[in-house]
């Protein structure tokens, strides 16, 4: 198992597409069955952040990001990118140390990120919590 996942160019494509062309808000990424490349797994269109963090598995690790909207103190409408880093407790021991060991390659290839979350089960992810970091 490498620690040292490559980046797959789909994955900053759907980056791409989602803070430029906003075509989702969302997207998932996850290593591939042999641990050697992080991939691009889903897009998320749907009405909630609760609905998108729902997405991801409870007993495997994924990085996320999502545009979120939120309106600040003088009710204009603004958008921050989050990077979603979720390793829950559940994992393997093995598949923990590769997404912690390739977490800041990722992060530094999607420029862009205004803040990072991560997350060991939904109680440390929610869409309070998230309002909570736009302030």
Known sequence: MNSC?????????KYNELILGHISK?????????????VFEDS???ESFEDYINKFPQDDCRYGVY???YMDNKENKKNKIFFI????????IKNKIVHT?????IYKKLVG?????KATDNTEISQSLVEERCK
């Open 113 to 117: 990120i205004d803040a990072i979350i």
């Open 101 to 105: 060991a390739t977490e800041q390659s």
């Open 5 to 13: 996942a490559s980046i797959n160019d789909e994955v900053i494509t």
């Open 44 to 46: 998320f269109n749907g």
């Open 26 to 38: 969302g997207i998932i990424i996850k290593f591939s069955d042999d641990f050697k490349e992080v």
């Open 85 to 92: 880093s979720w390793c829950p407790v559940e994992t393997k």
């Open 67 to 69: 545009d979120f909207s």
